[in-house]
């Protein structure tokens, strides 16, 4: 009976296995792709796009929190670095973060890490390229992800001075040359 069952139970066990490690490596990827594609749809790649205020019916991000303000940029990094500047806002707390297209963490800082000072980065992919006088290199596995700025709105009243400010941020090529 062993003999029988043992080689078609053994080819699906390992089958079993094979199906598991690929979604656990490709679901990241998918999600990824599927998020900066949606993101990408309402204001392009490699630039920031600045959304209003979370609402009950906001899914562009997996659940806004209705305190924070929420900037995208869905970077393509298979030309060449992409630049972010993110400028100081009167909030009591505002960072940057960058995943990669595995939903990895690439890089993070907040206002009190920066000392209040605008963070400068440059991203670059596999395509390569140097980070320019005055920004940070930050390396991404793979050309694409998604850079995220989020601010603690403490006062609604306030967002619309908070608003302005975040206006001063930018995510864009790196210009050649």
């Not at 989020?150 to 975040?166: E, G, H, K, N, T």
Request: glycine content about 8%; aromatic content about 6%.
């Amino acid at each position: 009976m062993i003999r029988r069952w043992g080689p078609p139970v053994l080819l699906g066990l390992v089958l079993a296995g094979i199906a598991h490690h690929v979604t656990l490596v490709q679901t990241p990827r998918v999600l990824m792709s599927l998020a900066t594609w949606r993101i990408a749809s309402a204001g392009g790649t490699n630039s920031l796009l600045q959304s209003p205020l979370a609402t009950s019916d906001s899914r562009a991000i997996v659940r806004p929190s209705p305190d924070l303000a929420y900037s995208s940029c869905p970077f393509d990094l298979s030309k060449g670095p992409v630049l972010i500047d993110v400028a100081p806002v009167p909030a009591p707390y505002w960072s940057l973060s960058v995943f990669d297209p595995r939903t990895d963490v690439a890089f993070v800082r907040n206002n009190v890490q920066a000392g209040g000072n605008p963070i400068r980065v440059a991203l670059i992919g596999d395509s390569g390229g140097q980070a320019p006088a005055g920004y940070e290199p930050v390396p991404i596995k793979g050309n694409s992800g998604i850079a995220l700025v989020r601010i603690l709105i403490d006062d609604r009243a306030r967002f619309p001075q908070i608003d302005a400010a975040r206006k001063a941020s930018a995510c864009r090529t790196m210009s050649p040359g």
